[in-house]
């Protein structure tokens, strides 16, 4: 085998620490990846204008969908544990130049995550701070944005379990908040519930029926997107094949259920036939409906929003700082990325690369573009390549479980793999703008954007792949390595990467 790595200090860590974190921190990786509290406020009504009062069958189809690229992961990550993640899936079920492009797609969709909802943080808490203290500037929301950078930064730099266990408490928060907001308007809906929100009876006449559900899912699928985070845990979880693959289907499932719940709360509560105008901001909002309904109810939805940005950037540092350590052991990223401090075996300079990126392009975009626009660009980054990813790792199941017939399950490793493909493919059409559908919108500058900027970085990364191809194919082969079978084959004595004290 050919040697990729580095020759540690003696005595310092040579990788990832196995076992720091069990099922429960493995589980809220993916849950605040999915960020649900910023999900049901702002996410989810923006399938409202298709669906009406009946998004909570859009959410529905929305969860199927979602299971379906869910299923597919659980059965790689139980087969596959590898911080590499869908880029390691890619490569294994694919080809290995696959796998590298979900690595250079993927890592750089994560990076946009934490200075997406950052944005969200800085311009929700100036907002509603001079909504009730009109003397505070309502622009002046870049400082709370960077408390949430250093608390991101802090809390990669101790390590997976203080990152992991951050997540654990800010997610569990933000749940317990939604839910009992939801309760509450549900009580106060009465004798106006009606299951009839699950039907199609309460579609907008210009998106009348199914069609209109549909559309709404479209745009309420996106809000399960990063229930693949897990995965980039695997080499630090215990029990990895058997743990991630039970927490990426226990987050969709459970984060599922409390879409359901809170959209059927909110549907109720505002009226089914009027729900059309729910928005994300405003009166006809998550916010607006609690402040007019129990008065003080609207600051512990605001606490859950604030609590939901910071612990989804927190699990957007994860994931990328995971994937980049991956790709930095193998050379396929710079190898510095791979290096991890003594005490706590965090990849820290790929933590510290991180949050520099993040800052730059929250004070770039929020402060060049305003923070909706901001925000609505690096959305449209996200999705473009999140949703290629979810059906690449789809076929991916495909590919993998052909080259093992003896694990080949027809119904999970193919059937479910291309319903799943078939269930993204619009929702990509729609971050994409590609108005192949009636209901997808053209994409307007500054978001019209970020096609061409995605479209130029996957570019360099095949200029990128061809180079590497040429003169180390070996690191475009390694892409596709379970470092965690390579170190029980090896033995601890080989160096997996370089630390520092």
Not at 442 to 455: D, F, I, Q, R
Request: net charge neutral; charged share 10%; proline share 5%.
């Amino acid at each position: 085998m050919t040697d990729l790595s580095h020759t540690p200090a003696p005595g310092a860590p040579t990788a990832l620490r196995a076992g720091a974190v069990g099922l429960r921190e493995v589980l809220f990786q993916s849950v605040t990846d999915m960020a649900p509290a910023a999900a049901i406020a702002a996410s989810i009504p923006a399938g409202a204008a298709f669906a009406g009062g009946s998004l909570p069958l859009a959410v529905l189809f929305a969860l199927v969908a979602s299971l379906l690229c869910a299923s597919c992961v659980g059965e790689l990550a139980a087969r596959i544990p590898a911080a590499g993640s869908v880029a390691t899936f890619a490569a294994k079920g694919l080809h290995p130049a696959i796998g590298f492009l979900v690595a250079w797609g993927y890592t750089f969709a994560a990076a946009l995550l934490p200075p997406l909802v950052l944005i969200q943080l800085g311009a929700t808490t100036a907002q509603t701070i001079n909504a009730e203290w009109s003397s505070y500037p309502a622009d002046l929301w870049w400082p709370w944005a960077l408390l949430g950078a250093a608390i991101i930064l802090a809390a990669g730099l101790f390590g997976v379990q203080a990152s992991a266990r951050l997540g654990s408490v800010l997610g569990i928060f933000e749940v317990v908040v939604f839910v009992v907001v939801a309760a509450l308007f549900i009580i106060h809906a009465g004798s106006h519930n009606t299951l009839s929100v699950f039907t199609t009876h309460h579609t907008p006449a210009a998106h009348h029926g199914l069609s209109g559900v549909i559309a709404g899912s479209v745009f309420t699928v996106l809000a399960f997107a990063g229930f693949e985070g897990a995965t980039s845990l695997a080499e630090e979880a215990e029990n990895p094949r058997r743990t991630v693959r039970r927490a990426v289907l226990l987050a969709t499932v459970g984060v599922g259920v409390i879409y359901l719940f809170t959209t059927y709360a909110a549907s109720v509560a505002f009226g089914p036939d009027r729900f059309t105008d729910f928005t994300s901001a405003g009166a006809s909002s998550w916010e607006g409906l609690a402040r007019s309904l129990f008065g003080i109810a609207w600051f512990f939805i605001f606490l859950a929003i604030v609590n939901s940005t910071i612990a989804n950037a927190n699990a957007g540092v994860n994931v990328t700082s995971r994937m980049s350590f991956a790709m930095g052991r193998i050379h396929v990223f710079p190898s510095p990325l791979a290096a991890l401090s003594r005490r706590h075996q965090a990849p820290y300079v790929a933590v510290i690369a991180s949050t520099v990126l993040t800052v730059a392009l929250v004070l770039g975009l929020g402060l060049g573009y305003g923070t909706t626009n901001g925000f609505s660009m690096l959305g449209t980054g996200i999705v473009i390549i999140f949703a290629a990813v979810y059906i690449i790792v789809d076929a991916s199941c495909i590919g993998y479980f052909l080259r093992h017939r003896e694990q080949l399950n027809p119904l999970l490793h193919i059937v479910v793999p291309i319903l799943g493909i078939v269930a993204f493919i619009p929702a990509w059409l729609n971050a994409a703008g590609i108005q192949a559908f009636s209901f997808i919108a053209p994409l307007t500058a500054p978001v019209s954007y970020m096609g061409p900027v995605v479209g130029v970085w996957m570019l360099l990364g095949v200029v990128y792949l061809a180079y590497q191809q040429s003169r180390h194919p070996e690191r475009v082969v390694a892409v596709g390595l379970v470092h965690l079978d390579q170190l029980a084959a090896e033995g601890p004595s080989q160096p997996a990467a370089e630390t520092v004290g």
